[in-house]
């Protein structure tokens, strides 16, 4: 059984380690000091399963994706995709895998057609293969009404459902997405997501992706490594994670001005809030979250009270339950 | 973990295919949004041989203004404008695009060299005619310009894509492209036999002047074709050299 699991390890990482120097302050610029961007990461990635590195931003995820993609060079430790050791031999990733990074200012100024056309070609296509793909791809996005037009010309989300499309020419096992669907309409979405599931039902493909987003980590995912500051604190599927927190409950209240602190029931919570002005969060055992829904909806309370939420935990609990230092970069849309 | 086989390769893409991607999307780019700097190129040179028109009279100097103008235009776009655009590709990590396909450095190097070089042809053209009025040359030489603007354009892209990617910063690498038009213009156009020896010399470590030294010479009555080729298989070399030195540098650039 063992044996089996390691032997669908598409991408093994060991001991990862990357420090970026420290940098000295110049005019406009702070001095950093030294920064270990990824310290220590092990993970494993196995075949045909949507895998994510979530956490806020400045974690550390694309640091440690660059490293993955062959773009930068680890201090220490290595890194096994589909057998081959990419720290020796960076330029083989981009042989075994199609990156979607954040930037799109090399294929800016082409039409979509174009820039996914290119891409094919770059891919190792030839001219007929490159042209069939990308018109499928195209199609399949839904971009073939805006094939035309040049990247900078569209809006946020179309430019990057262009890139995206422009990552899918030329077939590839793996597919490293660092936050696809940024700016991206629910529909651009949606087209994404059944693009990427359609490739690991045909193909087998697996994919790595990079997100801030906790609504999108628990509805895609097969499994999740939570990062922070460089590490990873915990790795399991959404659903596994969240069981770590399951005898939590999240209560949100909203006052309508400021909390009367002078009902003793709220003074009592006030030290467990976080949150900034009229919202409240409040992780609370379940026993003790009824009981403070109870103080606030029935009392002298209730009249400061503008709204109320209580939930089961999403992974952004998770995160600050295993010690996460700042939830601020993690998104909820 | 070392149980299964090591995943297939997918193919490298080939040299000359993806020098030919590379160069249709860099042309298609050039079309949108650099005509109107093109346009900027001929205008200024031929502003130059208008104010030089009040000095010079004639003769060889105006052989040397008319040839240097002409390849200005190419230093224009090739040096300054492609500097400009690597050091902004560099700066803004759009080179992790190319950097994660299989593609050769040179072929990206030379197809982007290639594009600005060959956009430059038309405002090489229109400049070298309308000098060759203005002065009262001979036009049957410009023919040459098929051979002057590839080789002068291989050393000057070469300069430019280098001085891109190396430039630690973005503005660096701008101000490496302007500085280096510059020398281009005020080495290349102004006649030698006015300027001091130290100039003079500078004027030979820079690639465009053998570009500028070959065109000139075609338009004597009896132009000297050993000297036309010597000069023409310098730029050529140095061209070579050039993108050779840029290859390096985007490899460096490519993997940080």
């Keep these: 059984m063992a044996a089996d699991a390691a032997s669908d390890v598409v991408c093994a990482v060991r001991d990862l380690v990357k420090t970026y120097p420290a940098v000295r302050g110049r005019r406009g610029a702070p001095a950093l000091p030294e920064t270990r961007a990824t310290d220590g990461v092990c993970l494993d990635v196995r075949r045909g399963e949507i895998f994510g590195l979530l956490g806020p931003n400045g974690a550390g995820k694309s640091t440690l994706v660059r490293q993955l993609t062959g773009l930068m060079r680890p201090d220490s430790g290595s890194v096994t995709l589909l057998g081959h050791d990419l720290v020796r031999h960076p330029e083989r990733a981009a042989r075994l895998l199609a990156y979607l990074g954040q930037e799109s200012t090399a294929l800016d100024e082409l039409t979509v057609a174009l820039a996914a056309e290119t891409t094919g070609r770059l891919r190792g296509l030839g001219v007929r293969p490159a042209r069939a793909e990308r018109d499928a791809v195209l199609e399949e996005l839904g971009l073939t009404a805006i094939a035309g037009r040049p990247l900078k010309k569209l809006s946020g989300g179309q430019r990057r459902l262009a890139c995206f499309a422009a990552a899918l020419v030329g077939e590839r096992p793996v597919l490293v997405l660092d936050e696809p669907t940024t700016g991206m309409d629910p529909v651009a979405r949606r087209a994404v997501w059944a693009a990427v599931d359609r490739r690991r039902a045909q193909h087998g493909a697996t994919v790595l992706l990079v997100t801030h987003n906790v609504i999108e980590a628990e509805t895609v995912l097969d499994r999740v490594a939570v990062i922070d500051q460089g590490r990873v604190i915990a790795c399991d599927s959404p659903a596994g994670l969240k069981a770590r927190v399951s005898g939590e409950v999240r209560l949100e209240l909203v006052w309508r001005t400021a909390p009367p602190l002078e009902v003793p029931e709220v003074a009592a919570l006030a030290p467990a809030a976080a949150g900034a002005g009229r919202r409240w969060v409040l992780r609370l055992a379940s026993d003790e979250a009824r009981a403070a829904v109870a103080a606030v909806t029935g009392g002298p309370a209730f009249a400061a009270l503008d709204d109320f939420t209580l939930a089961t935990p999403s992974l952004e609990d998770v995160y600050l339950a295993l010690g996460g230092r700042t939830s601020k970069g993690l998104v909820k849309s | ?256």
């Design chain 2, 1 to 256: 973990m070392n149980t299964t086989a090591a995943g297939v390769l997918a193919p490298q893409a080939r040299l000359l295919p993806a020098l030919a991607a590379v160069y249709r999307a860099q042309l298609s780019r050039a079309r949108v949004s650099r005509i109107p700097l093109l346009f900027v190129a001929t205008f200024q040179s031929v502003g130059i041989m208008i104010l030089m028109r009040g000095v010079v009279d004639g003769g060889s100097e105006a052989r040397a203004v008319v040839a240097g103008s002409s390849v200005l235009v190419v230093a224009f776009v090739a040096l300054n404008l492609l500097a400009q655009y690597f050091g902004q590709l560099r700066a803004s990590g759009g080179l992790d695009h190319y950097a994660t396909l299989p593609v050769p450095p040179a072929s990206v190097v030379l197809g982007a060299a290639a594009a600005y070089a060959s956009f430059t042809l038309p405002g090489t053209l229109v400049t070298a005619v309308f000098g060759c009025l203005l002065f009262g040359l001979p036009m049957g030489g410009l023919w040459i310009l098929a051979a002057v603007v590839p080789l002068a354009g291989a050393a000057l892209a070469g300069l430019g894509a280098a001085l891109g990617l190396l430039a630690p910063r973005q503005e660096l690498a701008t101000l490496a492209g302007q500085l280096g038009m510059s020398a281009a213009l005020l080495l290349g156009v102004l006649p030698p036999e006015r300027m001091p020896d130290v100039i003079v010399w500078a004027r030979d470590l820079l690639p465009s002047t053998y570009g500028v030294e070959a065109f000139a010479r075609t338009f004597t009555p009896h132009p000297d074709w050993a000297a036309v080729g010597l000069d023409l298989g310098v730029c050529g070399v140095v061209g070579v050299l050039s993108l050779a030195v840029a290859t390096w540098a985007y490899r460096r650039a490519a993997v940080r």
